[in-house]
């Protein structure tokens, strides 16, 4: 069975800055407490990443600046079934220049074995280096880069399912 992993970002990603209006699948913004503050998040992303848990061969981790905040506050606030995902931490990344997240998913990927990734992420369209190495994996790896004011879209998301479920790479 083929394995992927889904690395994913919280802030301008699950719960965009500044939300208005209205999501961009056509609902109303959701308000939440996660502990330390206030966030915006759209029901029907929560119930698309809370249907990962059926797919075979996935595996999903936080990829954030929250670190294990997002499974301890994050999750039991907008009801993510995301608690037990692990996260990376930024002192896992090594240490000199570039992106800590970069460094940090190479790592993680070196050690999970995973034949193909997703990275959701909004600062992935300023990244460079990161773009650079996508472009090394190629047909391997995804990147989606939303809107930091609206998240994950329908068309991004319905873009990543597709090639989570992909059977061959």
Known sequence: ?????LYLDVDGVVCPFGAT?????GSAWRLANAGLLEVAYARELVDGLNGL???PGVRCVWLTSWEDMAPQYLC??????AGQWPYLAA?????????????????????SGADALVWIDD?????????AWAGILGRRIM?????????????EWAAVRTFL???VF
């Open 91 to 111: 002192e896992s990344g090594g240490t000199g220049a570039g992106w800590w997240k970069l460094r940090a998913i190479q790592e993680d990927l070196g050690r």
């Open 76 to 81: 039991p606030a907008i009801g993510l079934n």
């Open 165 to 167: 479920e992909r059977p």
């Open 21 to 25: 209006g209205l999501t961009p699948w």
């Open 123 to 131: 600062q992935l369209n300023y990244e460079q280096e990161a773009q």
């Open 143 to 155: 990147l989606v880069s939303p809107d930091p004011r609206r998240g994950i879209s329908p068309g």
């Open 1 to 5: 069975m083929r394995k992927v992993t």
């Open 53 to 55: 848990e059926g797919v």
